[in-house]
Structure formats: structure tokens, C-alpha cells
């Protein structure tokens, strides 16, 4: 029988990719006022980014309730018997803590392994997919954990901000802080490390963001996935992942799009790239 | 009786032979007061026509504050007075000029060590050690500079040497001699002199410093007032080291006759750090007090003031201790030479731990730096001079402090800015001052001012009050128009191929010509982003980077 997969909807992953490999996604919800979305279910980017960029509030988000893992994991119960459920950084949401909530609501019926990625987005999204990949190839669920702890090891995620304003009103800009409050118009480049924010190099133009995403990724001896994400720019994804393109033939390059929660904190104009290095 | 009769002789003839140590603060007092009144034509050299850095002020700024610390040091040796005068210079050392005349002091100190009074010969021989630190204090020494002035000079006194006893005065005619036609002879060995029509000013300063010294030796002093310093070295023991600041109070005097000496005697009463230069129209005022509306009524009773500036030094200190506490997450501390307002915020804004102003040459002393390392909210600190000329005084700070110091030699504000965003607190020390060092060639600095006088250089013909521009340093362009004066600056650097262009613009400079400056770049190079930053800094009407 094969393992399930399941992830939360700060991995923005493409639905195609999501429907192809079987995985199940459990929507986080982000709050416009009054107004109640969930993720990827009736709230998708480009009507987010447009709302985001002209409502008078921004918006808040949360994460699932342990009620809503335990219904998911009940219905995988229905078709397997094991189940890996990989989530966001514990250090960025409290999804991973609703999810163990889930898995202790709904008793053993099944065998459940829950980890945290310490990675968000597109980050997240690669250890996915490679765990989806994984279980259809027919690994049993401890090859899968081992590998799927192995593959975060590996899994670095980094991009660049218009601006930290979202990160710091969301209360999710870590050591990313000692980038704020500038007076000149500067981009800044932050990364997640060991699960939280921080701030990489502040540059000053588009162009030399799309520069020095690149030597970032080039700087990387092997890479056995890598994946391109924007919020509202689709040219520079476009750049980043022809030039990336040109320099790694081979390689298969993801194009995703930050959804609504991710996009609630990273805020329209934000780049990623999630490069999952080659073991040694 | 005889004794009695004649001790003025006897005096006169003994300090011509060899020196105590009160005669050796003698010598360099009068320099120091000899230098005064050559210091406005020094600045004049400045191979640019621009308007700040001035060597000559920086130079007596340098030995104001050598003899200040002399004159702490009552009835010493020859030794504590060179000592002192080592130490003094070392803190004050303002400008490239200023760090390379401390270290002839230093250079003086070792030659004198031990010594109650030194002859000729002992004079000569520190005059070697003056040449070997002078040179082993720049990485890349250049020849037709003070350096090779200070160098030939004590060939000369080496050349005039007997077995025994050299008399001092004919040892100190010769390094006068030598220093002077050593200073001639600067524009054959610098191209940039010759093409500028000039001789170099730290060269002339020090050869003007060791004429002074000369006058004294021979008596000839009457007209060289040296009693400030004295007046000055008082009030500055009579108050603590630490702990206090006051106001530290600046401002530009316009009147007629006014009287130098008697304001530095009656401004001294008032506090300490006086500085008072200029001439009998104009004179400018620095000083640091408790009581700054006793300084401005005293000018204002003498003529018309202008440029008025009274901070308060306890409350700047205060502030900073209070910012100092907020900042726990500083790995690395960094200090910013920064002139003008805006730029300063701008600094701080980007993470500068500490921004030194610039001072009146716009080059802090090499104390002012080191008070800012000492007060920086870490071990590790990195210095971004931010100007060609207080990039000496920087590392000058590593040898006086137990905190590691790297200077990331920024020569422009542009750079500057460039290295400290690339500094990252989550890698160390080493890594960082490469990596802000590799950033230096990635952004091209424009910048823009009024030339102070006429000149050509390097094929381009300079008019007073012309607007001139420089492109990382070399003079590429010079105009009656500023608008156009840019655009000639611009067309020299690959705007196409860089994604920025900022403008900071300076005091003079109104934010309407500002905007309209920046919107003219727009239009002409639709793609590229254009920021505009209100630096308020003084001298340059515009500075431009393009990255």
C-alpha cells in the first residue's frame, strides 16, 4: 500500500504537480477583516496579490486546526495505512503543532509521521514532492522519513523582498531585523536558516536581485532540485529561470507562485528560488 | 655677574647648539605658529579645486594638537617633550598630510629616546627614524610627496654631520634648505602636480613646519605669537578627561581688524578643544564649552556671526549610551566618516553602528576616530573613511586600540554605502572586509562641486566657480551649467548596463533642483531606477552613484 503524502498550503506547490503525485494539501487561512479564505481552495494568487495591494487592512492569516488534520488524516485512513505529513517551519506558523494535535485527536488508527521541515514555500514544496515521488516509487514510510530528513538537510530556501514591511507587521521577520528602517530604497535578500528568517545582503536595484539570486544558486556544487517562485512578477521569474536554464541544462526547473499565506508576509514584487542540493 | 650679565646671550647661543626639552617645544611652537600663517596658501595646493580637505588646515590642526599635549608635559626632557609631541600629533592627525607628519614625530621620539637635550647629530639621526615610519606607514609610498621631502631633508642633515657635536642650527639650515628645493622639485616626480601647476602642499607644509622650527633656533620670532598653545594646555588640564562634554560650539566670525591672538586669550577662558583660524575679516571658531552663549555673546560684540552651530555633547553622549544598550546583536560594529545630515541618517539607517562627522577639513583626527572605535558596541570593528584622505587616520586607530579594527578603504560615500550593505552579521570579521572590499569596484561614484580656482587638468580647463565633476576621483568634466555637468558625468560610466542611479544632493542644493535633476536622468534613461536622497552634505552640490 502506498504512504500518503501530506503537506500544508505554505509549500506552494503547483496544483498540477499536487493532483500528478497524489498529494494531500491542508489549507491555512488568511483573513481579509471579516472576510474568511482559505488558501488554494477559494483564495488563489492573483486574486490575493490584487486584494492585498488595495485593501485598507492588511490581512492576517492562520493555521489549521487540529480538528481539520484529524478529518484529513481519517479520510487517508480510509485508503492506507501510513501517512508522512511534512509542514512549515515550526519557528513561522503553528501548523506543525496542529497537525501533532490531529494525529493525537484521532488516535492510532494509522501509523502518522509528522515532521517539520524548518522550511516554507517552494522550500518545503521540493522535500514534497521528492516524498511523493518517493512513495510512489513504493518506499516504505521509514525509508521515506529518513530521506525526507535527509533532503531538508540539503533544502535551502532564499529570495528577495520589496520590501520587510509584511515580514515585520506579520511578526515573522526573525533576524531578518537588522535590515529594517532604511532610508535609501533597498532590496533586501533573506533566507531561511534553521527555520527562521534572516537577512542575506541588501542590495540596491532589480537587476543586481536577479544577479545575485543567480550567483547564490550557481554557488551551489550539485543540484538535484530547484525551484523558481514569484508573487507578482512573473518577467523576472521568467529571467531567473531561463538564465538558470542556460546554466543547468539538465536540471528540471519548478515555476511556482506564492499563495496567499506565504504572500501575506513576503508581499507583492517577492522572488524565491528553493534549491535542493546534490547529496555528496 | 658675567653669567647674569649675559644669560639672553648665553641662551641664544646654547639653544643654537643643542636643545633641552623646553627649547625643543620652542622650536615646534613657533613651527606650529609659522605653519598658521601658511596655512591658508598651503590649502590652495590642493591638486583638485575643490573645496574641502584642505591639507594646510589639517596639517596645523595636526601640530596644534602635538603641541597640546607638550605643553601638559612641564620641565620634561627632550625625550617626554618629543614623547608627548608623538603622542599629541598621533590622536590629532588629520588628513593624509597629518598622519605622515605624526609619524615624523614618533619618528623624533625614538631618535631623542633618553635623551635630557640633543645636539645636531642627534637631531639628525631621528630624522632617520622620521624617514623609516613615515615610509613604513603607507602601504604604497608615493614619491614627489612630503615623503620624499621629509626623506631628502634628512639626507641633508646626514650630509652636514661631524664626528662630534654638530651644532643644531647648522644642521636645521640644512633640512630647511634641502626641504625647500626638495618641495620645488615635487612636480617633476607627481605628473598630477606638474599638469596641476603646483608643488605638494604636505611637502610645502612640513618644509614651512621645519622653517619655523629654524626661526626659533635663530632668534627670529617676534613676530611668531606663541603663547595660545600655553593658554590652550591650561584650561585643557583643568578639566576632567572623561565624562564631560559640554557644547561643542562652532561658528564663522565676519568682521574688521578683528584680532586673532586676543580672541584665542579670551575664548580659552571660556573652554576647551579652541581652535580659532582665519585671517582679520573672517575667522572661524571651534571650541567646547559649558557656557556656548558666553563664546557667541564674546564674537558678537566683534562682528557679525555666521554658520552658528552649539550641540550638546552630553546629550549626543547620552543618546549614544542609550543607543549603545539597544544594540546587543551587533557582531560587528561599523564607523561611518560621514559630512551632512542626510547622508548620516542614511548610514544609520543601513546599520552604521557609529557616524563620525567630518569636521571642519571634512577629515576627522585620527583621536576622533579611535574615540569612535573605543566607543563602537563591539571588539570587531570596520572603519569606512569614505574619503582617499581619512583613509590613513583609519588605520592609524588599529596600533592605539586592544578592539580588532579592518578599514574597508571606501574613498567615496558611494562606496561607502555599497560595502556597508554587504556586510553580514552572521559571517565573521575577515569574511566580511573581503567581501566589502570586492563590492568597492561594482558601484562608480560621481561627484559634483564648485572649483575654488582656476586650473586645467588632464586636458580639461577649470574656471573658478565653474561646476566640475569627478568620476572615482579623476576631474572628467567642467561646466557653467550643473545640469550639464552631470549629464558629461553620466555619459562617462555604463548607465545602461547598471540598474541605479541615486542622488544625494547637498546643503546647497534645493529639493526642486534635486527632483528636476533626477527626473532629466529619468527621461533619458527610461529603464534604470532612479532614487534621490537629501544628503545635506556640505562643498558637494551633488553625489552620484551609479550601480
Redesign the interface.
Do not use: H, P
Given at each position: 500500500m502506498v504512504v500518503s503524502v501530506v503537506t500544508d498550503s505554505t509549500a506552494d506547490i503547483p496544483k498540477e504537480t499536487v493532483q500528478e503525485l497524489g498529494i494531500t494539501v491542508v489549507p491555512l487561512s488568511v483573513h481579509f477583516g471579516e472576510e474568511l479564505y482559505h488558501d488554494g481552495v477559494d483564495i488563489f494568487a492573483d486574486e490575493f496579490f490584487h486584494k492585498l495591494q488595495n485593501s485598507p487592512s492588511l490581512p492576517t492569516t492562520s493555521q489549521p486546526s487540529g480538528g481539520s488534520f484529524a478529518q484529513v488524516y481519517e479520510n487517508l485512513a480510509n485508503e492506507t495505512e501510513e501517512i508522512i505529513s511534512i509542514h512549515i517551519s515550526s519557528k513561522l506558523s503553528g501548523t506543525y503543532s496542529s497537525a501533532l494535535l490531529g494525529k493525537e485527536t484521532m488516535g492510532a488508527k494509522c501509523h502518522i509521521e509528522i515532521i517539520d521541515s524548518f522550511l516554507a514555500s517552494m522550500g518545503l514544496g521540493v522535500v514534497v514532492i521528492a516524498a511523493a515521488q518517493a512513495a510512489r516509487a513504493g518506499a516504505t514510510l521509514d525509508q521515506i522519513v529518513e530521506s525526507v530528513r535527509n533532503d531538508i538537510s540539503r533544502t535551502h530556501f532564499f529570495g528577495a523582498v520589496d520590501t520587510l514591511e509584511y515580514l515585520q507587521k506579520g511578526g515573522r521577520i526573525g533576524?531578518a531585523q537588522?535590515?529594517l528602517?532604511?532610508?535609501?530604497?533597498?532590496k533586501p535578500l533573506i533566507g531561511i536558516?534553521d527555520g527562521e528568517i534572516?537577512?542575506?545582503?541588501?542590495?540596491?536595484?532589480?537587476?543586481?536581485v536577479l544577479e545575485r539570486l543567480i550567483e547564490f544558486t550557481q554557488g551551489f556544487k550539485s543540484i538535484e532540485a530547484l525551484s523558481i517562485v514569484h508573487s507578482t512578477t512573473p518577467d523576472d521569474a521568467k529571467i531567473l529561470i531561463e538564465r538558470l536554464a542556460s546554466f543547468y541544462p539538465e536540471q528540471k526547473i519548478h515555476r511556482a507562485r506564492f499563495g496567499p499565506v506565504i504572500g501575506t508576509y513576503l508581499g507583492p514584487g517577492a522572488l524565491g528560488v528553493a534549491v535542493m542540493e546534490g547529496s555528496t | 655677574m658675567y653669567k647674569v650679565a649675559d644669560k639672553s646671550v648665553e641662551a641664544g647661543m646654547k639653544k643654537t647648539t643643542s636643545c633641552d626639552g623646553q627649547e625643543l617645544r620652542g622650536m615646534f611652537s613657533a613651527a606650529t605658529n609659522w605653519l598658521e600663517r601658511s596655512a591658508e596658501s598651503i590649502n590652495m595646493l590642493n591638486v583638485f579645486p575643490v573645496p574641502d580637505g584642505d591639507t594646510g588646515t589639517n596639517m596645523l590642526l595636526t601640530m596644534r594638537a602635538a603641541m597640546e599635549e607638550a605643553g601638559r608635559c612641564s620641565d620634561g626632557s627632550a625625550a617626554e617633550i618629543a614623547q608627548a609631541m608623538a603622542k599629541g600629533s598621533l590622536m590629532g592627525a588629520r588628513g593624509n598630510s597629518g598622519v605622515i607628519l605624526s609619524q615624523i614625530f614618533s619618528g623624533l621620539a625614538r631618535g631623542l629616546n633618553g635623551k635630557h637635550s640633543f645636539d645636531g647629530n642627534d637631531f639628525a639621526g631621528a630624522l632617520v627614524e622620521s624617514t623609516t615610519l613615515a615610509y613604513n606607514g603607507i602601504s604604497n609610498p608615493v614619491e614627489g610627496t612630503i615623503l620624499t621631502v621629509i626623506r631628502e631633508a634628512t639626507d641633508a642633515a646626514h650630509a652636514c654631520c661631524t664626528s662630534v657635536n654638530s651644532d643644531l642650527l647648522t644642521i636645521m639650515e640644512a633640512v630647511v634648505a634641502e626641504a625647500r628645493a626638495s618641495v620645488y622639485r615635487t612636480p617633476m616626480l607627481l605628473p598630477v602636480l606638474r599638469q596641476a601647476g603646483v608643488v605638494d602642499a604636505g611637502g610645502q607644509g612640513l618644509y614651512v613646519v621645519f622653517e619655523g622650527a629654524l626661526r626659533y633656533l635663530r632668534d627670529e620670532i617676534e613676530d611668531i605669537d606663541i603663547t595660545p598653545v600655553e593658554a590652550i594646555t591650561a584650561i585643557s588640564q583643568g578639566l576632567e578627561e572623561d565624562g564631560i562634554y559640554g557644547y561643542c560650539t562652532e561658528f564663522l566670525l565676519q568682521g574688521k581688524g578683528l584680532d586673532l591672538k586676543a580672541m584665542r586669550e579670551t575664548l580659552a577662558n571660556i573652554g576647551e578643544s579652541l581652535i580659532v583660524v582665519g585671517d582679520e575679516s573672517t575667522v572661524r571658531v571651534h571650541l567646547h564649552t559649558f557656557d556656548p552663549g558666553a563664546a557667541l555673546s564674546y564674537a558678537t560684540s566683534l562682528g557679525t556671526l555666521k554658520q552658528v552651530k552649539v550641540e550638546n555633547m552630553d546629550e549626543q553622549h547620552r543618546d549614544f549610551i542609550a543607543a549603545q544598550a539597544q544594540i546587543t546583536t551587533a557582531e560587528i560594529a561599523t564607523i561611518a566618516v560621514v559630512a551632512g545630515e542626510g547622508l548620516a541618517e542614511a548610514f544609520y539607517s543601513i546599520g552604521a553602528s557609529i557616524v563620525v562627522p567630518c569636521g571642519e577639513t571634512m577629515n576627522p583626527s585620527v583621536q576622533e576616530l579611535l574615540h569612535a572605535v573605543e566607543s563602537a558596541p563591539s571588539d570587531k570593528v570596520i572603519i569606512l573613511p569614505n574619503n582617499p584622505n581619512v583613509v590613513l587616520a583609519a588605520h592609524q586607530t588599529s596600533a592605539l586600540t586592544h578592539k580588532t579594527v579592518e578599514v574597508v578603504p571606501t574613498k567615496t560615500i558611494p562606496q561607502g554605502i555599497a560595502a556597508l550593505l554587504v556586510l553580514n552579521q552572521e559571517t565573521d570579521l575577515a569574511t566580511n572586509t573581503v567581501v566589502m572590499k570586492e563590492v568597492l569596484s561594482t558601484v562608480f561614484s560621481g561627484e559634483i562641486t564648485r572649483a575654488v580656482r582656476s586650473m586645467e587638468l588632464d586636458g580639461i580647463s577649470v574656471r573658478e566657480g565653474q561646476a566640475i565633476a569627478f568620476l572615482d576621483g579623476e576631474l572628467v568634466a567642467a561646466s557653467d551649467s550643473m545640469a550639464e555637468v552631470i549629464f558629461m558625468l553620466l555619459s562617462r560610466v555604463d548607465v545602461e548596463h547598471n540598474g541605479l542611479v541615486t542622488i544625494y544632493y547637498g546643503a546647497d542644493t534645493s529639493t526642486a533642483e534635486a527632483e528636476q535633476t533626477a527626473e532629466s536622468i529619468r527621461d533619458t534613461f527610461p529603464v534604470q531606477e532612479v532614487d534621490i536622497v537629501n544628503g545635506g552634505q556640505p562643498h558637494y552640490n551633488f553625489i552620484i552613484s551609479v550601480e
Open positions: 533576524r537588522a535590515f528602517g532604511t532610508l535609501l530604497n533597498i536558516d534572516y537577512g542575506l545582503e541588501r542590495v540596491r536595484s532589480r537587476k543586481r | -
